[in-house]
């Protein structure tokens, strides 16, 4: 089964920093970049803003399994 992200971590500016990935384990955004760069996080894509690779849920007609929707860890 694909690796889900289940939970989130903001900055003080509301920017995703972390993400808790559906087999429990934590990683920094650049790492989950890296993941979803490497196949490993296929339900996602990359956007860039001001420089900064962010993952975004691809497109479906759920919101509920959107990143910002997910709980803050």
Same mark, same amino acid.
């Given at each position: ?8 971590? /903001?900055?003080?500016?509301?920017? =995703?920093? @972390?993400?808790?990935?559906? &087999? !429990?384990?934590?990683?920094? +955004? ?6 979803? /760069?490497?196949?490993?996080?296929? =339900?996602? @894509?990359?956007?860039?803003? &001001? !420089?900064?690779?962010?993952? +975004? ?17």
């Amino acid at each position: 089964m694909a690796l889900r992200i289940t939970g989130r971590r /903001e900055d003080k500016n509301g920017a =995703n920093t @972390h993400y808790r990935l559906s &087999d !429990g384990r934590i990683v920094t +955004r650049a790492e989950a970049v890296r993941m979803c /760069e490497n196949g490993k996080l296929p =339900n996602y @894509h990359i956007y860039e803003r &001001d !420089g900064i690779k962010y993952l +975004r849920d691809n497109p479906d007609t759920s919101e509920k399994d959107n990143i910002d929707n997910q709980p803050l860890i």
